[in-house]
Every structure is written in C-alpha cells, then in structure tokens.
DNA sequence: TCTGGGGTCCTAGGACCC
DNA sequence: TCTGGGGTCCTAGGACCC
C-alpha cells in the first residue's frame, strides 16, 4: 500500500552563512575557524564550526578576543553584504527548482513547501542540499515538519547530530520520541520566544517546548499575545503561522544607519552625515520604487558610556517623496537644533516610513510643487554608477575622500559575483 | 582606543466620532 | 440626577526575528 502524500515545511538554513560565504572564494579557509565582523568591524556577527568550537561567541567585540583569536588561527573578515546577498540570491534561486512554494524568511534561511510521502520529502531535501553544496559551496541544514515552528526546530536538530546528514524530519519519529525531543528542548529556544517571555512562562511553570504544547491556549493569549497562542498551536502540529513575503510595496519602513568609526560632535560634521545618508536611504527607495510619507532622523552616543545622550526628531513628508533634497532638508531640520557639542555621537540614522508605491502617488499636476522633483535622485545615481561611487553628492556629501568617520572596514573580502573588477583570480 | 544594523507585529490607552 | 456602546485611528512601548 502506497504511503499517504503529505503536506510539510522544509526549513532550508545555512550554516554559519557569512562564514561560508567567506569561504567561497578562499578554499584555503574551510576547515579554519573563521569570523564575520560588523559594521566598523565592531564585533562577532558570525562563526564558522571551528570558531564556535574556539569558545567565540555571537556579539563579543573583535578588539576583546582579537589577541586570542589570532593566537589561535582565526581569520577574521569585515562584513560583505553583497558578496552574502548574492550568494544568497543564488541559493534561493536553487530552492525554486524544487518547489513552487518557497518563503524567502532571512538572507539565509527559507522554508520551502513540499508535497509526497515522507519517503519522497526526505529524499528532496537531501538532494536540495546537495545542489546547494555542489554548484556553491555553501552547506545548509534541512528540518522538516507539518509547521513552520517544528520545522524550525527540526533543523536544529540536523545541525548538531552528525550523523542525521544534514537532514532531519519529524516524521521519522513516533509519538513518544517527539514528545521526547520537545522535552528536552526550552522554551527560549523556541522560534518566537526571547528571553522575557521564557522568564515569564518559568514563572507558570512552563519551562520545555512540550509544557508549552500543552498549556491552554487561551490561557497562552491572555497571559501573554496571540503571537505566542500561535507558536503553542504550531507545536501540535497546526499550521498556523504564515510568513508575509516581504514585498517591497509591503514594506513599512526603510532605515538607513551606520555607527561612526570616530565620534562626531558638531554641527558641520552631522549635517555631512545627514548629506550621505539622505542619499543611501533615497537610492534604495528609489531603486524600490517606493515614495515615503513620514521621516525621523536621530543620533546617539555610545550606550555602553555614561550618559548615554539620544536626540531624535520626526517630520511629516507632503507629498510622499524619493527625493534627496526633500530628505535632506527635513532631517536636517528636525535633528541638527539638537546637536549638542559636549556629545561625542557615535551613530546616526535617517528612517522613512508610510511607504507607498511611487506611481501610485503622483500628486495632480497642479498640485506637483515642483515639476523636476525627483530627477536630481535618479542623475546622481546614474553619474555614480557609471564613473564610481562618491563622484557626485549632494551638499556637503561630495566628497573625493571618504570623512573620517566613515565606517572602518580593513578585512573586507572582495566582490566576487557582483563586481567585475574583484573577479577571483585563477593561477 | 575599540561594543551592529536592520526589520515586524501586538497591545494598551487616549482622542475622537456617531 | 441620570452618565452607553460601539467603532476607528494614532502613538508609545514592548516583544520578537535574523
């Protein structure tokens, strides 16, 4: 008798991504430790196998353990977003070969939606991960289950038992053994609990996944949110949980901020950085299509130095706009009467949010208060495409040298798949 | 000396409307 | 003197994710 076909989620991650994408291009560093480091190469972002093994953790500052890592072989690299998009862009690419029904959930995790028997599923997960590894590189973990939730935790599952390949499904489990599994794991590290809503249930006497599987589930959303109620339901097995395409028309809010690699504290310098980032947020909603309705800027000093000092201010945007000037303006206005000299700032941002798309927002023409608003944008993006990044800003942003306190990135890996001039060199 | 950068969703409470 | 019962919208704050 044929085995009945079932519906189920395949939660496709890729181990320690940054770290792989790292190795791509640099074979000598598989079987390294290796580590990404943020933005200003602050800290830790990501550890490959070996680095974990090393007793690095996520979030520690590179300039701690730097003296300790590099005793011990690690290589550390500077964060490269594209190079990790790119990959990632590929992988899903890969993902779409064998199901129709793939949700783009993170830049390196996806779940994919498989029919069959739990036989034919099994077999096309592994052979998507072998895809995955022979045409990129990249190894990925693979969990499947009925939802989202359990999906998530049999991937886990496939990453720390060797000998499962990489590949775990709950229904190669009886009852008794997944309730077993559910025991063993804890609430926070459950997909959707954090640490304030473990303590929480601690305090209800709920501390494993299998408590939680069978608390009361009303009992679950008046305690605590439907969110929760959801992740509970998911544990049994009902599918509850559904994951929004991040389209860019549904997309409620752009940010763009970046900590300093030397404190600013003037009012000259600030508007510089206004300057630069009224043009990187305006160029990603430009390339998005997307016309923003609301701004709010703001700038801190270092939270981890006392006192800790924040200054923010909000403005409306009529009409809807993409433009840099219009940007600008308003977070220049709103932020930079708050500057206070005595502050070292040590971060900064511009956020858009009431999104829309921009066709959909074209004022009449009568009301367009100015007919060549939103060109300058779209010139200087084609003036930096075509002769180089930085070659032409907008007030105080042009500038041939970067200011000192752009971001520090020394370690930065070359752009292998997105930049013909940092093509890997054979030979 | 040196500590990331994005996002989403829910809830409670107030203002306001009929 | 009596003092309803909905509904919407907005905002701030809290929680979570990678």
């Not at 590290?189 to 305090?203: D, N, P, Q, S």
């Not at 040590?346 to 060109?375: K, M, Y």
Request: proline content about 5%; overall charge positive; some cysteine.
């Amino acid at each position: 008798m044929p085995t009945p076909a079932v519906r189920r989620f395949a939660l496709v991650d890729v181990d320690s991504c940054f770290a792989a994408c790292e190795r791509i291009f640099h074979p000598d560093l598989y079987g390294r430790p290796v580590v990404v480091l943020s933005n200003n190469d602050g800290c830790v972002v990501a550890r490959s196998r070996e680095a974990k093994a090393l007793g690095i953790k996520m979030g520690m500052p590179w300039f701690q353990i730097r003296a300790f890592a590099e005793s011990r072989g690690v290589v550390a690299r500077s964060s490269n977003y594209e190079l990790y998009g790119s990959i990632s862009a590929r992988i899903m690419a890969i993902l779409r070969d064998f199901s129709a029904h793939v949700e783009v959930y993170s830049i390196d995790e996806a779940f994919v939606g498989l029919y069959g028997s739990p036989r034919e599923i099994d077999e096309t997960a592994r052979e998507m991960r072998r895809r995955v590894w022979r045409d990129l590189g990249v190894p990925v973990s693979i969990g499947i289950a009925p939802t989202r939730t359990l999906a998530k935790l049999a991937s886990h599952g496939a990453k720390h038992s060797p000998g499962l390949g990489g590949v775990a499904s709950l229904d190669c489990y009886v009852p008794a053994q997944v309730d077993a599994i559910l025991e063993a794991t804890e609430v926070s590290e459950l997909w959707g609990v954090g640490r304030r809503f473990a303590k929480r249930l601690a305090a209800l006497g709920i501390e494993n996944a299998r408590q939680l599987r069978e608390a009361d589930p009303a009992l679950i959303r008046r305690r605590f949110n439907v969110n929760l109620q959801q992740t509970a339901l998911e544990l049994r097995g009902i599918p509850c949980i559904e994951i929004e395409e991040r389209d860019v028309d549904r997309q409620h809010q752009i940010m763009y901020s970046r900590s300093f690699s030397t404190p600013v504290s003037s009012t000259t310098e600030m508007h510089q950085v206004m300057s630069i980032y009224a043009q990187k947020v305006t160029r990603r909603m430009r390339r998005q299509n997307t016309v923003a309705g609301a701004l709010w800027a703001f700038a801190s000093t270092a939270w981890y130095k006392e006192p800790f000092s924040r200054i923010f201010g909000a403005v409306a945007l009529t009409p809807r706009t993409d433009d840099p000037v219009v940007v600008l303006r308003a977070a220049t206005a709103v932020l930079l009467p708050q500057v206070d000299s005595n502050c070292a700032y040590v971060r900064a941002g511009i956020c858009l949010s009431d999104l829309s798309l921009g066709e959909t927002a074209t004022p009449l023409p009568i009301f367009a208060p100015d007919p060549n608003a939103g060109r300058l944008g779209r010139l200087i993006d084609k003036v930096n495409a075509s002769v180089g990044e930085g070659s032409l800003g907008l007030g105080l942003a042009g500038l041939a040298a970067p200011p000192d306190w752009t971001m520090k990135r020394e370690m930065l890996s070359n752009r292998g798949t997105t930049h013909w001039s940092e093509l890997a060199v054979v030979g």
